[in-house]
């Protein structure tokens, strides 16, 4: 079960760090900045991979009544917008400003919890929502390769998942399967975007792209749309086998290689300034340190089928659920 656990792990880092690369690849080495029409081939490579699974019954998809379809128009039109906001940015940020950025969006959640929804926040999660703010709000004023254009449409990609996650949880428990979720969002994406392909003038734009008929343009964009499925399933599959604290651990350290490697293969100029915001994030490493080896040994302990008694079960479990809340931050 542990051998299975730590497979899937490094496959969802395997799937991040590749679809991010791909990604980036596209948009800034290759400078295909047609949203529409990416994002749009990316969820129609993803729905007809997902329609296939079902069909031959590797996943489960559920028919679901109109009255659950509906409830969950909102939060794919939020989907979309996530989608095609974070495309733009990306295009133009490097990618640890991204991600970086990309964290306001759990601190928003955070925020909106703890003030509309008076739910009880430990001091742990507190202090990381501060200073992933902190670190995301001297970006702007430290970054060398400042493009407003980038800043605006991460403000734009980090409201649009703040606002998905809220509504998500404010619809469980829900009648929709993860995949469920994911199917709708995939139709409602393709059909969306197909029609804003026009009014965008991305429909007309891309005949002028340079590589359109380039065996490496063609390639990529293959490759981004099954791995954009590859992450969705791997991280449905990481949700489902591990543990909220061991999930928060591995989408750090997925977010940690990604952003180091994308220094190394794209061009990107790092200030003194820039790596003291990315300290603010060490800072949660060498905090969130104790608790994670605890939240292993609490897998360890399951996996080997140890008894322990059950004031230190309490222990481990409120450990590895402040490890979860601070994880869910980064």
Same mark, same amino acid.
């Given at each position: 079960?542990?051998?299975?656990?730590?497979?899937?792990?490094?496959?969802?880092?395997?799937? !991040?760090?590749?679809?991010?690369?791909?990604?980036? !690849?596209?948009?800034?080495?290759?400078?295909?900045? !047609?949203?529409?029409?990416?994002?749009?081939?990316?969820?129609?490579?993803?729905?007809?991979?997902?329609?296939?699974?079902?069909?031959?019954?590797?996943?489960?998809?559920?028919?679901?009544?109109?009255?659950?379809?509906?409830?969950?128009?909102?939060?794919?039109?939020?989907?979309?917008?996530?989608?095609?906001?974070?495309?733009?940015?990306?295009?133009?940020?490097?990618?640890?400003?991204?991600?970086?950025?990309?964290?306001?969006?759990?601190?928003?959640?955070?925020?909106?919890? $703890?003030?509309?929804? $008076?739910?009880?926040?430990?001091?742990?999660?507190?202090?990381?929502?501060?200073?992933?703010?902190?670190?995301?709000?001297?970006?702007?004023?430290?970054?060398?390769?400042?493009?407003?254009?980038?800043?605006?449409?991460?403000?734009? &990609?980090?409201?649009?998942?703040?606002? !998905?996650?809220?509504?998500?949880?404010?619809? $469980?428990?829900?009648?929709?399967?993860?995949?469920?979720?994911?199917?709708?969002?995939?139709?409602?994406?393709?059909?969306?975007?197909?029609?804003?392909?026009?009014?965008?003038?991305?429909?007309?734009?891309?005949?002028?792209?340079?590589?359109?008929?380039?065996?490496?343009? &063609?390639?990529?964009?293959?490759?981004?749309?099954?791995?954009?499925?590859?992450?969705?399933?791997?991280?449905?599959?990481? $949700?489902?086998?591990?543990?909220?604290?061991?999930?928060?651990?591995?989408?750090?350290?997925?977010?940690?290689?990604?952003?180091?490697?994308?220094?190394?293969?794209?061009?990107?100029?790092?200030?003194?300034?820039?790596?003291?915001?990315?300290?603010?994030?060490?800072?949660?490493?060498?905090?969130?340190?104790?608790?994670?080896?605890?939240?292993?040994?609490?897998?360890? &302990?399951?996996? &080997?089928?140890?008894?322990?008694?059950?004031?230190?079960?309490?222990?481990?479990?409120?450990?590895?659920?402040?490890?979860?809340?601070?994880?869910?931050?980064?």
């Amino acid at each position: 079960m542990c051998v299975r656990r730590s497979l899937v792990g490094l496959t969802f880092c395997t799937c !991040y760090l590749a679809s991010y690369l791909t990604n980036k !690849y596209v948009l800034s080495v290759l400078k295909f900045t !047609y949203p529409t029409l990416f994002q749009g081939w990316q969820t129609l490579i993803g729905g007809l991979l997902l329609h296939v699974s079902w069909k031959l019954g590797w996943v489960e998809i559920n028919s679901s009544s109109r009255s659950h379809v509906l409830a969950w128009l909102p939060a794919s039109v939020l989907f979309v917008g996530m989608i095609y906001a974070g495309s733009r940015a990306l295009s133009r940020l490097a990618i640890p400003v991204f991600l970086t950025l990309c964290n306001v969006a759990e601190v928003i959640i955070c925020g909106y919890q $703890k003030c509309f929804q $008076k739910e009880n926040t430990s001091p742990a999660k507190i202090c990381s929502a501060l200073f992933l703010l902190a670190a995301a709000g001297c970006l702007p004023f430290n970054d060398s390769q400042f493009d407003p254009d980038g800043y605006f449409w991460a403000v734009i &990609h980090l409201f649009c998942v703040g606002a !998905y996650k809220i509504l998500r949880k404010s619809q $469980k428990p829900s009648a929709l399967s993860d995949i469920d979720q994911q199917y709708l969002n995939y139709i409602f994406s393709v059909v969306l975007l197909a029609f804003a392909s026009h009014p965008t003038g991305d429909l007309f734009s891309v005949l002028d792209f340079p590589f359109l008929y380039f065996y490496r343009f &063609h390639g990529s964009c293959c490759a981004s749309g099954f791995l954009g499925f590859f992450l969705m399933f791997s991280t449905v599959k990481l $949700k489902s086998y591990l543990a909220p604290a061991q999930c928060a651990a591995w989408i750090f350290f997925a977010k940690i290689i990604t952003a180091g490697l994308s220094i190394l293969l794209f061009e990107a100029i790092l200030t003194s300034a820039t790596m003291g915001c990315w300290s603010k994030l060490a800072l949660l490493v060498s905090s969130a340190h104790t608790l994670t080896r605890k939240a292993r040994r609490i897998a360890a &302990h399951r996996c &080997h089928g140890e008894e322990r008694s059950l004031g230190s079960v309490s222990e481990l479990g409120r450990q590895g659920q402040n490890l979860s809340q601070i994880g869910s931050l980064v």
